[in-house]
Nanobody, 120 residues
Framework: QVQLVESGGGLVQPGGSLRLSCAAS????????MGWYRQAPGKERELVAT???????NYVNSVKGRFTISRDNAKNTVYLQMNTLKPEDSAVYYC??????????????WGQGTLVTVSS
């Protein structure tokens, strides 16, 4: 079984920065794609950024130039550096990992979510 533990959310003023982390553990053979999604109250969950096993990244247009996704393969961890935060970035942020598990084969796992609030 593959588990994800997220950290790094919180309250920040507009223009501030936060860094989210998501560590994967368990019976992992390899990790393919890693990503971050977010869901604001009353809205659908949306993709924020993804990074594949080759380091290729993809961002939703609204965060391009402000957010940076990265991964540490040795630690099975993905990060989301969020700069110049805006109130509209407020949401619960979820980590998503696509992996190959020794026990289960191909799996897709979601983190528990971490709340980001951008407010003065």
């Amino acid at each position: 079984q593959v588990q994800l533990v997220e950290s790094g959310g919180g309250l920040v003023q507009p223009g501030g920065s936060l860094r989210l982390s998501c560590a994967a553990s368990g019976s992992i053979f390899s990790i393919k794609a890693m990503g971050w999604y977010r869901q604001a109250p009353g809205k659908e969950r949306e993709l924020v950024a993804t990074i594949d096993s080759g380091g290729r990244t993809n961002y939703v247009n609204s965060v391009k130039g402000r957010f940076t996704i990265s991964r540490d393969n040795a630690k099975n961890t993905v990060y989301l550096q969020m700069n110049t935060l805006k109130p509209e970035d407020s949401a619960v942020y979820y980590c998503n990992v696509e992996a190959i598990s020794f026990r289960e084969g191909h799996v897709e796992v979601w983190g528990q979510g971490t709340l980001v609030t951008v407010s003065s």
